[in-house]
């Protein structure tokens, strides 16, 4: 996928709104733009997992399931380090990344929504944009039922 993105993707229909939906156009695009995106591993999107807990940004729909594995005593919180080592100060939380991954493992729907995180945050980043996760989401997969409601009826 290339870095600079020329376009956004949107379904047509969602013409007839505008300009009243242009966040409903603008929140598919970007969704569909980072679906495309895969990573290398799932240590790479638990490892940015653990960073945006750590600096608190995670969205509500995954902060949710930590703090129960918290509870739990699944995840140990490097409360000393957050996750940072050496004197460079690298970010390597090899123990969380381990937690999260038998996490994961075992909650297929934790670690799709770790991946879903991973690749908005990957989207946004890429093109420049500020925004919500789980609010992009939600409006994406209502429109993308849409979609598939309108594939339906055109069979």
Same mark, same amino acid.
């Given at each position: ?54 600096? *608190? ?22 409360? $000393? ?16 990344? $381990? ?6 493992? *075992? $909650? ?7 991946? *879903? ?30 979609? $598939? *409601? ?6």
């Amino acid at each position: 996928m290339s870095a600079e993105p020329k376009y956004i993707p949107f379904p047509l229909f969602l013409i007839s709104g505008l300009p009243d939906n242009l966040n409903e156009i603008f929140d598919y695009g970007i969704y569909k733009f980072a679906m495309n995106m895969q990573p290398k591993g799932m240590d790479v999107v638990f490892t940015q997992v653990l960073y945006a807990f750590y600096r *608190q940004e995670l969205p509500p729909s995954i902060k949710k399931k930590l703090d129960s594995l918290i509870r739990k005593e699944l995840f140990t919180p490097d409360e $000393d380090y957050n996750g940072f080592v050496g004197m460079a100060g690298e970010f390597y939380p090899e123990t969380g990344i $381990d937690e999260l991954a038998t996490a994961g493992r *075992q $909650d297929l729907e934790f670690a799709t929504n770790c991946v *879903q995180f991973w690749q908005m945050r990957q989207a946004l980043s890429i093109l420049n944009i500020k925004g919500s996760i789980d609010p992009i989401i939600r409006s994406a997969t209502t429109i993308q039922k849409q979609v $598939d *409601q309108r594939a339906l009826i055109h069979w």
